[in-house]
């Protein structure tokens, strides 16, 4: 099974910041690579899918790259609506996988 | 604009089968090339894929194999619902279920999740 791996696990960061997340599968995966974002007791907000595609209405200063083994999320200037825990997701032969997050704190 | 809604006991006693609903509005259970999924997340962790079943004329389903065989969905066109059950459950089944929507890779649409906890 392929196991996706995300770094930090918790970042500390002031508005203004430009944020990247990481996402590291143990294997090389195809673009079947999703971003995810989840505030406490809400459910979780797809932000990016096939590694960079922008989903509609999010806003843009949300990215996503990469390929092989290692995808990014990147938050260009970090917005107070931003602090959150992100998720990556992968998806290969009718299995999801998920990250095991990271979590974007105020600093 | 597509909705999603879980329902079903917010309590389980050890070795019952717990069973969720996800009514499906402004939209399909049937529409083609479309997934209905299952996802938890235990208090304070991350999130688990469970399962999703596909309808297209005839129905598909998938299972993380973390579950042992344990879980099973399963399509209602009539209520236009989905379901879950996940049978001889543990505390370690305590979680917020979510069901989802997908097109294969990505989940785009959520349920708001119930939280079903296993306690006798």
């Known amino acids: 099974d392929i196991q996706m791996t995300q770094s930090p696990s918790t970042l500390s960061a002031s508005v203004g910041d430009r944020v990247t997340i990481t996402c590291r599968a143990s294997q090389s995966i195809s673009s079947w690579l999703a971003w995810y974002q989840q505030k406490p007791g809400k459910a979780p907000k797809l932000l990016i899918f096939k590694a960079s595609s922008l989903k509609s209405g999010v806003p843009s200063r949300f990215s996503g790259s990469g390929s092989g083994a290692e995808f990014t999320l990147t938050i260009s200037s970090l917005q107070p609506d931003d602090f959150a825990t992100y998720y990556c997701q992968h998806y290969n032969s009718y299995m999801w996988t998920f990250g095991q997050g990271t979590k974007v704190e105020i600093k | 604009q597509l909705q999603l809604q879980e329902s079903g006991p917010g309590l389980v006693e050890p070795s019952e089968t717990l069973s969720l609903s996800c009514i499906v509005s402004s939209g399909s259970v049937t529409t083609y090339d479309i997934y209905w999924g299952w996802i938890r997340q235990p208090p304070g962790k991350g999130l688990e894929w469970i399962g999703s079943i596909y309808y297209s004329g005839t129905t598909y389903t998938y299972y993380n194999p973390s579950l042992r065989g344990r879980a099973t969905t399963s399509i209602d066109s009539s209520k236009n619902h989905f379901s879950l059950q996940i049978t001889s459950v543990t505390a370690a089944d305590t979680a917020v279920y979510y069901c989802?929507?997908?097109?294969?890779?990505?989940?785009?649409?959520w349920g708001q999740g119930i939280l079903v906890t296993v306690s006798s």
């Open positions: 989802a929507r997908h097109e294969a890779a990505e989940f785009d649409h």
